[in-house]
């Protein structure tokens, strides 16, 4: 086994996994799985920078980090950020920040690569199943951007658009800066429209009619898992794995879309950062189900994270490998 750490840097939350990966057999054993909400793309949709405020936060997650991966002795780190910042204009002032706190410089990851490592991290362990058929739709929808992958064994295609919930929140349902509360028809149409415009653009390039699994990932996919559970705290091991029906998708999407930031902050599961972005998560969620006729989504709490860790051990793995084959070579 090799003790990995994963940091996966979004456009709402970071989070950051320690585990013993063993790729050769597929075990992955936790050691310390954490999130925190920092906003990191906070405003970046309008101004096309990443605040100072925001930064501020995420540097504070990353010591805070730093701290967790020195106390489990995890020698290989793999830190990749996503959606906001590759829209940066400023990333450079993220990377370098990074860096000092961490001793890695982050990898701002392409969309395409941020679908295969969700892809990874959400089926390696689905394999030898016969209740979900292949192939697989993996959807993972994130802050700024969603995900799509179709494949089974492997990836066929993937492709990212930009329809995450806080970028749809912020372009549709800020007024002077303040959440629409609960959002208008007209302002739940334009969001609508935005995710259609993004559905047509994923198809594309990836069959997502031809899948026969549908998978969801990321925070606004298994806050709806706990809402349909009725749990009455985030509980992952009862969210992991769980289905929920197109019918119950929608009943909670209407419910969220016609709440007000104190009804939807009261729902026992909801963390604090993701009341004013949910709707819009939920209804991104709602629109892929209904566009590839899927009648349930299979909810996965391994996501991307995962598969920055199993990268991150097949990595380490191989630079022993070379290692010792130099090693041997010398002493030849």
């Known amino acids: 086994m090799t003790?990995?750490?994963?940091?996966?840097?979004?456009?709402?939350?970071?989070?950051?996994?320690?585990?013993?990966a063993d790729p050769k057999t597929g075990e992955l054993v936790d050691l310390d799985r954490r999130m925190t909400i920092v906003r990191l793309?906070?405003?970046?949709?309008?101004?096309?920078?990443?605040?100072?405020?925001?930064?501020?936060?995420?540097?504070?997650?990353?010591?805070?980090?730093?701290?967790?991966?020195?106390?489990?002795?995890?020698r290989h780190l793999r830190f990749v950020a996503t959606s906001a910042s590759r829209d940066a204009e400023n990333r450079d002032e993220f990377v370098r920040g990074v860096l000092d706190i961490l001793g890695v410089e982050p990898e701002v990851i392409s969309g395409d690569q941020e679908a295969e490592f969700s892809f990874t991290g959400a089926t390696k362990e689905l394999t030898g199943r016969d209740d979900l058929a292949?192939?697989?739709?993996?959807?993972?929808?994130?802050?700024?951007?969603?995900?799509f992958v179709v494949g089974d064994d492997q990836v066929r295609g993937a492709r990212s658009v930009d329809i995450g919930c806080v970028r749809m929140t912020e372009r549709h349902l800020l007024r002077d800066g303040v959440v629409t509360d609960p959002p208008t028809e007209e302002q739940v149409r334009a969001i609508r429209a935005d995710i259609e415009a993004a559905l047509d653009l994923a198809e594309e390039s990836v069959p997502l009619r031809e899948a026969r699994t549908l998978v969801g990932l990321a925070g606004s996919v298994t806050t709806v898992s706990a809402i349909a559970q009725n749990l009455q705290e985030y509980d992952p091991e009862?969210?992991?794995?769980?289905?929920?029906?197109?019918?119950?998708?929608?009943?909670?999407?209407?419910?969220?879309?016609?709440?007000?930031?104190?009804?939807?902050?009261a729902i026992?599961?909801?963390?604090?950062?993701?009341?004013d972005v949910i709707g819009a998560g939920a209804l991104v969620l709602l629109a892929i189900m209904e566009r590839t006729g899927a009648q349930e989504v299979v909810v996965s709490e391994h996501d991307i994270l995962d598969g920055i860790a199993w990268k991150a051990a097949e990595k380490a793995e191989k630079a022993e490998k070379d290692k010792k084959d130099k090693k041997d070579k010398k002493g030849d």
């Open 3 to 20: 003790r990995v750490a994963a940091v996966d840097c979004g456009t709402n939350s970071i989070r950051l996994l320690v585990a013993d």
């Open 41 to 74: 793309g906070q405003g970046v949709d309008r101004t096309g920078r990443l605040a100072p405020d925001a930064l501020e936060r995420t540097f504070a997650a990353c010591r805070e980090y730093a701290a967790v991966i020195e106390k489990h002795g995890a």
């Open 134 to 147: 292949k192939p697989y739709l993996v959807v993972d929808i994130g802050g700024g951007s969603t995900e």
């Open 238 to 265: 009862a969210i992991h794995h769980s289905r929920i029906s197109l019918d119950r998708v929608r009943e909670i999407t209407e419910r969220l879309l016609a709440s007000t930031h104190t009804e939807r902050a």
């Open 268 to 275: 026992p599961s909801m963390h604090p950062g993701r009341v």
